[in-house]
């Protein structure tokens, strides 16, 4: 069986709809995970993702974060947050879906942190603490899981444009990136890396910056990780690029990973 996962940051997915309808309607993503829906439960577009052959689960606010899970099977559990007891509990940064065969889908929006010195920056570092402590109480290194979304870091030099400019950003600064390889040494595979490993694989062309897209001005901070007997099983992965020129686009591209699962 061929599953092909992907993650979008839609940043507002009511906003985005006609990105998504014009997508889906051409390719076979079986599982969708969304961060920065930017909606509140009331409000999010479910009938349109019904419509389009997927049951969705969702959790989010007014204006900001959000996460949602659209995919072609029905998930066997499903639950929202970090589930620490620790406030705020993340349940509109994370959700977890099981689905047959054991796979366990992870899906984040982690903060982005501002600026070093913003308080933001510091709950990011935790959040990446408390994610460690998730997997730890869940899962192992042999567990079927793949964990995507926005991880609001650039992990490397080739992922990102002017890398010696950034050093002090909040997402390529020394800590995030070894947040990053802390769960690469915990059992994950960069799968995106794994099968793309060129420089200029970006998946974040921000909007401040004059032409960027053209330019290939941009960030890889939109990740698809994957433990090891999962990861064996990808087949490829990409960015779908051109969805960043369409008509109001977000400032994210989607990432896909293509597994025989």
């Known amino acids: 069986m061929i599953r092909e996962i992907a993650t979008f940051n839609v940043n507002s997915v009511r906003s985005r709809l006609h990105i998504l309808d ?7 993503i079986d599982i969708l995970c969304l961060q920065e829906t930017k909606t509140e439960n009331s409000t999010f577009p479910e009938e349109f993702f019904r419509q389009k052959g997927y049951e969705v689960v969702f959790c989010g606010e007014k204006s900001y974060n959000g996460v949602a899970v659209a995919s072609r099977e029905k998930p ?80 490397t030099d080739i992922d990102v444009t002017n890398p010696r400019n950034k050093k002090n950003h909040v997402c390529f600064h020394e800590e995030v990136r070894k947040a990053f390889e802390a769960f690469l040494k ?64 977000s400032d994210h591209a989607p990432v896909v990973g293509k597994f025989a699962l």
């Open 22 to 28: 014009r997508w889906l309607n051409d390719t076979n």
């Open 76 to 155: 066997i559990s499903v639950s929202f947050g970090l589930g620490d007891g620790l406030l705020p509990d993340g349940k509109t940064r994370m959700a977890h879906c099981a689905f047959d065969g054991d796979l366990h889908v992870i899906n984040l929006y982690v903060p982005q942190g501002k600026a070093l010195e913003h308080p933001d920056y510091a709950m990011k570092l935790e959040f990446f603490n408390r994610l460690l402590n998730y997997l730890d109480r869940n899962f192992t290194p042999k567990s079927k899981v793949i964990m995507v979304g926005d991880l609001n870091v650039a992990p």
């Open 186 to 249: 915990w059992g994950f595979v960069d799968v995106f890396r794994k099968h793309r490993p060129q420089e200029g694989e970006f998946s974040f062309w921000d909007y401040r910056v004059k032409n960027a897209l053209e330019r290939n001005i941009g960030w890889r901070i939109d990740h698809i990780l994957a433990t090891p007997q999962v990861a064996e099983k990808s087949l490829d992965a990409y960015v779908v690029r051109e969805i960043r020129a369409w008509e109001k686009p």
